[in-house]
C-alpha cells in the first residue's frame, strides 16, 4: 500500500527505509565494481558481492533478481554519468569552433570515465557478449554517443570548418575508436598516461570530421 501524503514514512532503526534501500543498492553497486574488475563478471558469484556489500542473499534480491541486472545498472549508470557531463559541458560553451568543441567533449568524457580505472573494464571487456540484453544496451549507447558525435560534426560543417556530408558512419566508427583506446588504455594504464589516450582521441575524431 502507497504511503499516503502527510504520513511519516517508515523507518528502521531511525533511519527512512528509503535511505537503507538507497545505501543497500550503493553497496552492491561498489561491490560490483570492485568484483567483477578483479574477479572477473562471470567468475563473481552472488554470495561473493553479498559479502563485499555486507549483507545477506535476502538483501541482494531485494535490489536486483539476477547479477546481470547489476551489470546493467552499473554498465547504464557509467554511460548516463559521462553522456549528461559531456552534454552539459557541451551546451554551456558558446562556441563553434570544432577543435575546442572535441577538445572539450573529449576532456569532459575521459575524466568521466577514466576518473576510476575499473571503470573502462567494466564497460568495455567485462560488459561485452554476456547477454543478448547487455548487447541490446551497449546498442543504444553507441547510438546515443554517435549521435552526440554526429550533432558536433553537422555543426562543424554549418560552421564551414568541415565539409557537408553525412557522418552517420563516421560517428559509429569514432565510437568503436574511443573504445578501442579505453580497452587498450586499461589492459596497459602504466604505459598509457590519460593525456596521450586524450590527445589521440581528439586527433583522430578532428581528422574524421574534418577530411
Known amino acids: 500500500m502507497a504511503r499516503a501524503a502527510g504520513d511519516p514514512e517508515r523507518s528502521y532503526g531511525g533511519v527512512p527505509l528509503t535511505r537503507r534501500r538507497a545505501e543497500r543498492r550503493d553497496r552492491l553497486l561498489a561491490a560490483g565494481v570492485e568484483l567483477f574488475t578483479s574477479v572477473g563478471y562471470q567468475q563473481t558469484k552472488i554470495t561473493e558481492l553479498c559479502a563485499a556489500a555486507g549483507m545477506s ?5 531485494q535490489e536486483f533478481d539476477t547479477k546481470e541486472q547489476l551489470l546493467l545498472a552499473l554498465h547504464s549508470r557509467t554511460n548516463q554519468l559521462a553522456y549528461d557531463h559531456v ?3 557541451l551546451t554551456a560553451l558558446d562556441v563553434v569552433d570544432v577543435q575546442a568543441r572535441v577538445g572539450l567533449l573529449v576532456d569532459v568524457f575521459m575524466a568521466a570515465v577514466m576518473s576510476d580505472p575499473r571503470l573502462p573494464r567494466l564497460n568495455y571487456v567485462e560488459a561485452v557478449g554476456v547477454s543478448p540484453a547487455l548487447e541490446r544496451q551497449h546498442e543504444e549507447w553507441v547510438g546515443r554517443w554517435s549521435a552526440l558525435i554526429e550533432q558536433e560534426a553537422d555543426q562543424a560543417a554549418a560552421s564551414g570548418t ?10 559509429i566508427a569514432l565510437v568503436g575508436a574511443i573504445t ?6 586499461q589492459a596497459h594504464a602504466a604505459h598509457y598516461p590519460p593525456a596521450e589516450i586524450a590527445a589521440e582521441a581528439k586527433a583522430v575524431i578532428l581528422a574524421a570530421i574534418t577530411r
Open 162 to 171: 568541415a565539409p557537408r556530408r553525412d557522418f552517420h558512419l563516421t560517428a
Open 57 to 61: 542473499n535476502r538483501g541482494f534480491y
Open 180 to 185: 578501442g583506446l579505453l580497452r587498450e588504455w
Open 87 to 89: 552534454s552539459q559541458a
